[in-house]
């Protein structure tokens, strides 16, 4: 089992900046791939970015490629993700993920463990 615990979320003026957390607890974090997903008012949950176990694997959805920035740090099993450059239809509940793999997958269904998410607001 992977417990997976996101923070970070709040409200900020468009073009601002964001950064979210996710704390793992569990099995062990470095085998598993991460990823953020986001769901949008009335908007299926989609792939914000996910990252293999070692992090020299990303990928990004185009939304958010060139302003957003995965990290993760195993040693201290988290995961973070940088947000700059917000825009009001970032507005969102941002979900930190965890795979029982250590490959990254853009699909939801592959994703094992969920945390409770965090919402996103950006104002306009």
């Known amino acids: 089992q992977v417990q997976l615990v996101e923070s970070g979320g709040g409200l900020v003026q468009a073009g601002g900046s964001l950064r979210l957390s996710c704390a793992a607890s569990?099995?062990?974090?470095?085998?598993?791939?991460m990823g953020w997903f986001r769901r949008a008012p009335g908007k299926e949950r989609e792939l914000v970015v996910t990252v293999n176990w070692s992090g020299d694997t990303i990928y990004y959805a185009d939304s958010v490629k060139g302003r957003f920035t995965i990290s993760r740090d195993n040693a201290k099993n988290t995961v973070s993700l940088q947000m700059n450059s917000l825009k009001p239809e970032d507005t969102a509940v941002y979900y930190c993920?965890?795979?029982?793999?250590?490959?990254?997958?853009?699909?939801?269904?592959?994703?094992?463990?969920w945390g409770q998410g965090t919402q996103v607001t950006v104002s306009s």
């Open positions: 993920a965890a795979r029982s793999n250590p490959y990254s997958s853009r699909y939801t269904y592959q994703y094992d463990y």
């Open positions: 569990g099995r062990t974090f470095s085998s598993n791939a």
